[in-house]
């Protein structure tokens, strides 16, 4: 039988090896998992703030996802950005989800997105219930966590201007 800091260990391990799948999963729009990644990171900077909801209001977060995809997206675009892409494009992992679930017709058609959802202020992200209690129950794996993914995602120029902009040490 797993003890207890075994399943931990595994459930990271897990989380990890998902996030790391993602950039090996792009879309045609170079950079996409790179917004995941700054969702992400954003979220865990939420918990290291002393949040310990698992409801992620699109809403609450979408202009602040958007500076920080303005910021730090890996290719410069001539286009806006889209906070709401990594927030329902991340619904396709095991451990992020979105409330109420779109369907695929309407992921596909993004005016029906923007109206049926994105407007809708009950629309949120949560994290599957034993993920959310790993990142809120052990501070130090969320730590870890948020140092990983911004080591793993950009140069290491980028540790502390990242940190900084999300209020976080590391």
Same mark, same amino acid.
């Given at each position: 039988?797993?003890?207890?800091?075994?399943?931990?260990?595994?459930?990271?391990?897990k989380?990890?090896?998902?996030?790391?799948?993602?950039?090996?999963?792009?879309? $045609? #729009?170079?950079?996409?998992?790179? /917004? &995941?990644?700054?969702?992400? =990171?954003?979220? +865990?900077? @939420?918990?290291?703030?002393?949040? $310990? #909801?698992?409801?992620?209001?699109? /809403? &609450?977060?979408k202009?602040? =996802?958007?500076? +920080?995809? @303005?910021?730090?997206?890996?290719?410069?675009?001539k286009?806006?950005?889209?906070?709401?892409?990594?927030?329902?494009?991340?619904?396709?992992?095991?451990?992020?989800?979105?409330?109420?679930?779109?369907?695929?017709?309407?992921?596909?058609?993004?005016?029906?997105?923007?109206?049926?959802?994105?407007?809708?202020?009950?629309?949120?992200?949560?994290?599957?219930?034993h993920?959310?209690?790993?990142?809120?129950?052990?501070?130090?794996?969320?730590?870890?966590?948020?140092?990983?993914?911004?080591?793993?995602?950009?140069?290491?120029?980028?540790?502390?201007?990242?940190?900084?902009?999300?209020?976080?040490?590391?």
């Amino acid at each position: 039988m797993a003890t207890k800091v075994e399943h931990i260990e595994k459930e990271v391990s897990k989380f990890k090896a998902a996030v790391s799948k993602m950039d090996q999963m792009r879309t $045609s #729009t170079e950079g996409d998992t790179n /917004y &995941k990644v700054l969702l992400l =990171l954003l979220v +865990l900077s @939420k918990y290291e703030h002393g949040s $310990s #909801t698992n409801v992620h209001y699109y /809403y &609450k977060l979408k202009d602040e =996802l958007a500076e +920080l995809m @303005k910021k730090y997206r890996k290719r410069k675009y001539k286009t806006e950005v889209r906070p709401d892409q990594p927030f329902v494009r991340l619904a396709n992992s095991y451990f992020w989800k979105v409330y109420p679930t779109p369907s695929k017709a309407d992921i596909n058609i993004d005016k029906s997105l923007r109206k049926k959802y994105l407007n809708n202020k009950d629309f949120y992200g949560y994290f599957t219930p034993h993920i959310h209690n790993l990142f809120t129950k052990y501070p130090f794996i969320r730590l870890s966590i948020i140092e990983w993914l911004i080591s793993e995602f950009w140069d290491e120029k980028f540790i502390a201007p990242i940190s900084r902009d999300l209020k976080v040490t590391i």
